[in-house]
T-cell receptor, first 115, second 115 residues
Framework: EADIYQTPRYLVIGTGKKITLECSQTMGHDKMYWYQQDPGMELHLIHYSYGVNSTEKGDLSSESTVSRIRTEHFPLTLESARPSHTSQYLCASKSDRNSYTGELFFGEGSRLTVL | QKEVEQNSGPLSVPEGAIASLNCTYSDRGSQSFFWYRQYSGKSPELIMF????GDKEDGRFTAQLNKASQYVSLLIRDSQPSDSATYLCAVLSGGGAGGGNKLTFGTGTQLKVEL
């Protein structure tokens, strides 16, 4: 069972609010990722990190920001939420000990609704 | 052309039949190939990975890889209603930022196993 946790699982907030989605893993993985997924749609990579103090933007442009101050923690922040940010946000991590496998472990997701 | 292509489905098969899911990819340098299963409202979970040409079997699941034709498939034997989910093909290749690997997901194929 994967040890990667996301909070909150569900969040309903008003436009303009600042929100932070938390993601923590206890597996010591260097690589962590944030994906955005709308219902029935594909996963889009929005941020990733290869280690502490390393963050990069993914394939899909996002107004969110991330930080990686500790190996186990990779929070995502929206300074001013808008209805267009309504989506499911999935955090994932992986180990690169074996470059062929590199299984992604996903958290249970944070479903964000902005009114 | 998308980097990883899948038929979105839904693919409907009767219980006990073989379900065949296909995926094609564009990067000839791709190294490893993954099949994730995602139940509605849940996070993806890895069910198979393959990196050598040929077949790889794990229980009722068989992954098939043909690098010359750039396709990877997943066969599910004796399909069960519990197999009803979206199956995501993911391809690991070089070309990520900082010289890292890049994991690209397809849009997924929805499988429905009918009683």
């Amino acid at each position: 069972e994967a040890d990667i946790y996301q909070t909150p699982r569900y969040l309903v907030i008003g436009t303009g609010k600042k929100i932070t989605l938390e993601c923590s893993q206890t597996m010591g993985h260097d690589k962590m990722y944030w994906y955005q997924q709308d219902p029935g749609m594909e996963l889009h990579l929005i941020h990733y990190s290869y280690g502490v103090n390393s963050t990069e933007k993914g394939d899909l442009s996002s107004e969110s920001t991330v930080s990686r101050i500790r190996t186990e923690h990779f929070p995502l922040t929206l300074e001013s939420a808008r209805p267009s940010h309504t989506s499911q946000y999935l955090c994932a991590s992986k180990s690169d000990r074996n470059s062929y496998t590199g299984e992604l472990f996903f958290g249970e997701g944070s479903r964000l609704t902005v009114l | 052309q998308k980097e990883v292509e899948q038929n979105s489905g839904p693919l409907s098969v009767p219980e006990g039949a073989i379900a065949s899911l296909n995926c094609t990819y564009s990067d000839r340098g791709s190294q490893s190939f993954f099949w994730y299963r995602q139940y509605s409202g849940k996070s993806p979970e890895l069910i198979m990975f393959i990196y050598s040409n040929g077949d790889k079997e794990d229980g009722r699941f068989t992954a098939q890889l043909n690098k010359a034709s750039q396709y990877v498939s997943l066969l599910i034997r004796d399909s069960q209603p519990s197999d009803s989910a979206t199956y995501l093909c993911a391809v690991l290749s070089g070309g990520g930022a900082g010289g890292g690997n890049k994991l690209t997901f397809g849009t997924g194929t929805q499988l429905k196993v009918e009683l």
